[in-house]
């Protein structure tokens, strides 16, 4: 069964940066779609990010030109480069593999909280 472990998260002021990483186990992630997700409080989680497992990556409007996706096959690693916070982008964030619009391939991790001060 594979694990997603999250990482990196922090408190950060607005307009800093972040990397978050996310390990996966189990070498059946190097076919796999992935994408970071976020989820703030009271609201739902949503899809800001995606790698396609060619390379290529799509974006949510309201991370676009802002965050960037990218994947080490080798290493199971998905990560999630992040410029020019906002606190609007504070909230709890997860790797999945996306299936279709709403569904995801396997079991959400803990996440990893990030903190944007104004």
């Known amino acids: 069964q594979v694990q997603l472990v999250e990482s990196g998260g922090g408190l950060v002021q607005a307009g800093g940066s972040l990397r978050l990483s996310c390990k996966a186990s189990g070498s059946i992630f190097k076919s796999d779609d992935m994408g970071w997700y976020r989820q703030a409080p009271g609201k739902p989680r949503e899809l800001v990010a995606r790698i396609i497992s060619t390379g290529s990556t799509n974006y949510a409007e309201s991370v676009q030109g802002r965050f960037t996706i990218t994947r080490d096959n080798a290493g199971n690693t998905v990560y999630l480069q992040m410029s020019s916070l906002k606190p609007e982008d504070t909230a709890t964030y997860y790797c999945?593999?996306?299936?279709?619009?709403?569904?995801?391939?396997?079991?959400w991790g803990k996440g990893t909280l990030v903190t944007v001060s104004s």
């Open positions: 999945n593999s996306p299936v279709g619009l709403t569904l995801v391939k396997y079991s």
